[in-house]
């Protein structure tokens, strides 16, 4: 039976995150990345037109019209991305003390900073640095921004204090690995390798001697004996096979993680409970004279004129993407053919009880989704009433509401981190509260769910995780 010093369960960004930057800062560690899928690089995904062989459809049931979707293979979420790097904002993690709602984050914003710039090095980020108007910044973007397109342009003029250039993970300009964004709003299967992924950015992990990859392996559970994990037990090829660790690393997804802790005999209360992702919208602003689809990339700016403030002690934050592609396709009346600026406004959730990861009599993970919280459905309606006024700067002809978007790949909160072991799962390294030598990375470990998109923030996290397991002190890790 092989032993080894690490056992990270799951290969997507928390996972990545953290063995790189343990690697980076440890020496002589034996370490074993176990993942349920197979090793399909980009190409092969791009010439079958799907991320993964293995559907997410099949991986769990569902009870409740709510999808959930995940993709697992190597690289795990890297894979079907879309590129988009917002920062949490510092009132997210003080949502309790600012606000009287939620909860507080065991770490302030502050504390995470290093971390967010560091992985921001990592991806190759693309970004203005007037972004830091509301998300400070203690260093530069490593890319420049995308082009903005005219509606962003006259936005950005008007607005500057609300309206930046996106964040993202989609060069604007080719770097060592990557090719700038074509712009062409396919970006889960990136034509031109634009996008940051695990194949043109951890290739120093895969191919580390210290790291041996245990590919088409389904981890079924944690081996705890006498307070402490042990070992894995993992599903290859039909049949069960044990390896031991010291130190085990659960970073599958905020579904299949509580599921692995549960039928390892690990059912603290909070387990599983929360699952949760933004409510969003796709609405559609139809422009009076002004053309847009000029941009750079796909979706070219954020709006935050509608994330922070005082009404999120009743309502929900909004955060509005705004969109660079055709997603409506093209007006019908002459000569106004791109007058129409696509949005998605991303709405934060509450974590609720009633929502959550269970499993069934055959030990599969059984997700209930009753449905988003009251919180969330008042932002939605805090953000229609001002949304003309948030883009009064343009000609507006009409808003469409175009509907409630089916899932957008946020799965968070169900194994949230926190002082009291009654509320929480796991510290704030990650670390669960009963068994200390398992440590909990990704999404699942959020306390709230913002409405930024939460891979940056996966990355920032898993970062700090893995900077607190190798014994350094500083809340620098760089």
């Not at 692995?260 to 139809?286: A, H």
């Amino acid at each position: 039976m092989s032993h080894y010093d690490i056992i990270v369960i799951g290969s997507g960004f928390g996972s990545l995150f953290f063995l790189k930057h343990y690697l980076d800062t440890t020496e002589h560690s034996r370490v074993a990345l176990v993942e349920w899928g197979d090793d399909r690089p980009p190409e092969q995904q791009r010439m079958d037109r799907r991320n993964s062989t293995i559907a997410s459809t099949d991986c769990h049931q569902e009870i409740g019209s709510k999808a959930w979707r995940y993709t697992i293979g190597l690289g795990g979420g890297t894979n079907c991305w879309w590129g988009q790097t917002p920062r949490f904002l510092p009132n997210d993690f003080r949502m309790k003390s600012e606000y009287g709602v939620l909860e507080d984050w065991p770490f302030d914003y502050d504390a995470l900073e290093p971390y967010y710039l560091h992985a921001e090095k990592i991806m190759q980020i693309s970004g203005s640095d007037s972004i830091s108007k509301v998300a400070p910044r203690s260093g530069a973007f490593p890319l420049p921004p995308h082009r903005l397109s005219t509606p962003d342009q006259i936005m950005m003029a008007a607005m500057p204090e609300t309206y930046f250039p996106v964040a993202t993970a989609r060069a604007s300009r080719a770097t060592s690995t990557r090719n700038p964004c074509c712009a062409s709003a396919v970006c889960g299967l990136c034509p031109v390798n634009a996008k940051f992924d695990a194949y043109n950015g951890f290739g120093d992990v895969f191919q580390n001697e210290r790291v041996d990859l245990i590919l088409n392996a389904q981890v079924r559970e944690i081996d705890v004996q006498a307070g402490l994990a042990r070992g894995v037990v993992f599903e290859r090829g039909g049949k069960d096979q044990h390896i031991t660790g010291d130190h085990i690393v659960l970073g599958a997804n905020a579904i299949q993680s509580p599921a692995i802790l549960l039928r390892s005999g690990l059912d603290l209360s909070p387990t599983g409970r929360g699952l949760c992702e933004q409510l969003s919208y796709d609405v559609e602003i139809l422009l009076e004279g002004v053309d847009n689809f000029d941009g750079g990339t796909y979706t070219a700016a954020w709006h935050y004129g509608l994330y922070d403030g005082p009404h999120r002690r009743n309502a929900a934050a909004t955060l509005v993407q705004v969109e660079n592609h055709m997603k409506f396709g093209l007006r019908t009346e002459f000569g106004r053919w791109r007058q129409s600026l696509p949005l998605v406004l991303h709405i934060e959730d509450a974590p609720q009880t009633r929502n959550g990861v269970s499993l069934t009599a055959s030990g599969e993970p059984l997700v209930r989704h009753v449905d988003h919280s009251d919180y969330a459905k008042a932002g939605f309606r805090h953000a229609m009433a001002n949304l003309e006024r948030a883009f009064a700067p343009l000609p507006i002809e009409e808003i469409v509401v175009h509907g409630q978007r089916e899932t957008e790949y946020h799965l968070q909160c169900s194994l949230r981190m926190g002082t009291d072991p009654a509320q929480s799962v796991v510290d704030e390294t990650g670390l669960h509260h009963q068994v200390r030598n398992i440590q909990v990375v990704g999404s699942a470990v959020f306390p709230t769910c913002p409405p930024a998109n939460p891979s940056l923030t996966i990355a920032a996290v898993s970062l700090r995780s893995a900077h607190k397991l190798a014994g350094k002190g500083s809340e620098c890790c760089v």
